[in-house]
């Protein structure tokens, strides 16, 4: 069902969105490996998650907070894609174990590290879900950053805006080695700044 309801939403984003947003990734395509992959941008808009997919040819299972996936209007499509609903006390396990679940079986994970949309477009610090993942998943990091965002549909707008939206790519950051939350630790401590720097503005868009 999920590799029916992914094909069907890219088929829309392709027909839809592209042309609306005029969605379009600048410099070199992403370096992504063929086993799994947490895929790390910054979040600025509703329609991020989709902005991401559309510049990469892997699906992409997003992790996102579960007020945002309750909503009565948008649930049906989440579960469509299968996406990841994760929130507080046992949500929140229960949703990184299902990350961690696809990433060894070797598939691509997308999230939000920032954990919540930004209001003007700056970076918030990143939460430590992004570093349990890649220690257990034994995944690498690829960090996006995306520009136009913030106007396409903004935390408090009624409705999307046309926007010019482009997606930049930095380098894939190796996962966070060893079984150890020491490991864990190092990896969030040492590649939190690597990758907000990647993100934005480290990214070349010119």
């Known amino acids: 069902m999920?590799?029916?309801?992914?094909?069907?939403?890219?088929?829309?984003?392709?027909?839809?969105?592209?042309?609306v947003f005029l969605t379009r990734r600048v410099g070199p395509y992403p370096e992504l490996p063929d086993g799994p992959?947490?895929?790390?941008?910054?979040?600025?808009?509703?329609?991020?998650?989709?902005?991401?997919?559309?510049?990469?040819?892997?699906?992409?299972v997003f992790v996102m907070t579960n007020d945002f996936y309750s909503r009565p209007a948008g649930r049906w499509f989440f579960k469509l894609v299968g996406a990841i609903p994760v929130g507080a006390g046992r949500l929140a396990r229960d949703g990184l174990e299902r990350a961690i679940h696809l990433l060894r079986q070797g598939q691509s994970v997308g999230i939000f590290p920032e954990g919540r949309l930004s209001r003007d477009g700056r970076l918030g610090p990143p939460g430590r879900g992004v570093a349990i993942m890649s220690r257990?998943?034994?995944?690498?990091?690829?960090?996006?950053?995306?520009?136009?965002?913030?106007?396409?549909w903004p935390k408090g707008a009624a409705w999307m805006r046309r926007a010019d939206v482009r997606i930049a790519a930095g380098p894939l950051l190796g996962p966070a080695s060893g079984p150890t939350r020491e490991?864990?630790?190092?990896?969030?401590?040492?590649?939190?700044t690597r990758l907000l720097e990647q993100i934005?503005?480290?990214v070349r868009f010119d």
């Open 2 to 19: 999920y590799e029916r309801g992914y094909a069907a939403a890219r088929g829309a984003m392709s027909l839809c969105v592209r042309p």
């Open 37 to 60: 992959v947490i895929v790390c941008a910054n979040h600025a808009s509703y329609l991020d998650p989709l902005f991401v997919q559309m510049v990469l040819q892997r699906r992409i």
């Open 183 to 192: 490991a864990e630790r190092g990896f969030a401590r040492d590649s939190a």
């Open 136 to 152: 257990m998943g034994h995944a690498p990091v690829l960090p996006l950053g995306i520009r136009g965002n913030l106007r396409a």
């Open 200 to 202: 934005q503005p480290g």
